[in-house]
């Protein structure tokens, strides 16, 4: 479920089972370089597993901790895998100049479009809601 992080708000609800996983793509604001945060459901909670980044810079992951993997993509992207972190507060400022993009049960989802000028989106996951 995404929420207006201000106000709670509901914005949008997506059907999501356990294992089920969503990403959020976005230019990074200092490297501006894609970046992409991956989650699955687990446990009834939002984990992350995975971020794909093109770019080094300010606020982008520099260092492997336990448990963590690094690997390239075909296409030069660097994959940090092995988070499996639940996240307790999800949530995103979403830019006014580059967008955020959801990605979740096979569609593309602008989430500019969907905050309006209040840019601050929260992610839940609410099981049996749909």
Not at 11 to 21: D, H, R, V
Not at 22 to 42: A, G, L
Not at 77 to 86: D, H, L, Q, R, T
Not at 99 to 115: A, I, K, P, T, Y
Request: aromatic share 12%; hydrophobic share 30%; net charge negative.
């Amino acid at each position: 479920m995404l929420r207006n992080g201000r106000t709670g708000k509901i914005l949008a609800s997506y059907p999501m089972e356990e294992g089920g996983e969503f990403s959020v793509r976005f230019i990074h604001s200092v490297n501006k370089s894609p970046v992409e945060d991956k989650y699955r459901i687990e446990n009834g909670e939002i984990v992350v597993y995975e971020t794909v980044y093109y770019n080094f810079g300010a606020g982008v992951q520099t260092e492997l901790e336990d448990g963590q993997t690094l690997t390239y993509g075909d296409d030069g992207a660097m994959i940090v895998s092995g988070f499996n972190k639940p996240i307790a507060d999800l949530s995103y400022n979403v830019s006014p100049v580059y967008d955020h993009v959801l990605w979740v049960n096979g569609e593309e989802v602008s989430l500019r479009q969907l905050c309006g000028e209040d840019r601050f989106v929260s992610f839940s996951y609410e099981k049996g809601k749909k």
